[in-house]
C-alpha cells in the first residue's frame, strides 16, 4: 500500500509494502525529504515506547499484519488537519537544526 498526503510544507508518502513500513516526508520548497518514522511526535502516535529497538531506525521490517496497521494509523493522522500541522511543526524544527541530508530531484516539471 502507498499513499501521498500533502500538507501545507509537505508532501507525506506512507509506504506499507509487504513487512516494510516507512513515511517520507518531503520538504515542498527545498525538496529536502527524511524518513520521519523515528520522529518522537510520530512515535507517539504510534504508541511505540522509546525502549523500543524501532526507535533508532526511520524505516522498519515487521510483521505484514502490522505494517498494515501502522499505514492505516499514519493516514488517520496526517490526514487530521491539527495533528498534520503539528507534526510539521516538528519537521521544520528538525530541519532547521540540519537533519535533512537528503535530496529529492526534480525531472520534467515532476518530483521523482
Given at each position: 500500500m502507498k499513499t501521498i498526503i500533502k500538507g501545507q510544507n509537505y508532501n507525506f508518502y506512507i509506504i506499507a509494502d509487504g513487512i516494510k513500513f516507512y513515511i517520507k516526508a518531503l520538504h515542498s520548497a527545498s525538496l529536502r525529504f527524511s524518513f520521519i518514522n523515528n520522529l518522537n511526535a510520530v512515535l507517539s502516535e504510534?504508541?511505540?515506547?522509546?525502549?523500543?529497538?524501532?526507535?533508532?531506525?526511520?524505516?522498519?521490517?515487521?510483521?505484514?499484519?502490522?505494517?498494515?496497521?501502522?499505514?492505516?494509523?499514519?493516514?488517520?493522522?496526517?490526514?487530521?488537519?491539527?495533528?498534520?500541522?503539528y507534526i510539521e511543526k516538528k519537521l521544520d524544527e528538525d530541519r532547521r537544526c540540519g537533519e535533512w541530508e537528503n535530496f529529492q530531484l526534480k525531472k520534467r516539471g515532476k518530483t521523482k
Amino acid at each position: 500500500m502507498k499513499t501521498i498526503i500533502k500538507g501545507q510544507n509537505y508532501n507525506f508518502y506512507i509506504i506499507a509494502d509487504g513487512i516494510k513500513f516507512y513515511i517520507k516526508a518531503l520538504h515542498s520548497a527545498s525538496l529536502r525529504f527524511s524518513f520521519i518514522n523515528n520522529l518522537n511526535a510520530v512515535l507517539s502516535e504510534f504508541d511505540i515506547s522509546v525502549d523500543d529497538k524501532k526507535v533508532s531506525e526511520s524505516q522498519w521490517i515487521i510483521l505484514k499484519r502490522q505494517s498494515n496497521l501502522l499505514f492505516k494509523k499514519a493516514v488517520g493522522f496526517l490526514s487530521d488537519v491539527n495533528s498534520r500541522n503539528y507534526i510539521e511543526k516538528k519537521l521544520d524544527e528538525d530541519r532547521r537544526c540540519g537533519e535533512w541530508e537528503n535530496f529529492q530531484l526534480k525531472k520534467r516539471g515532476k518530483t521523482k
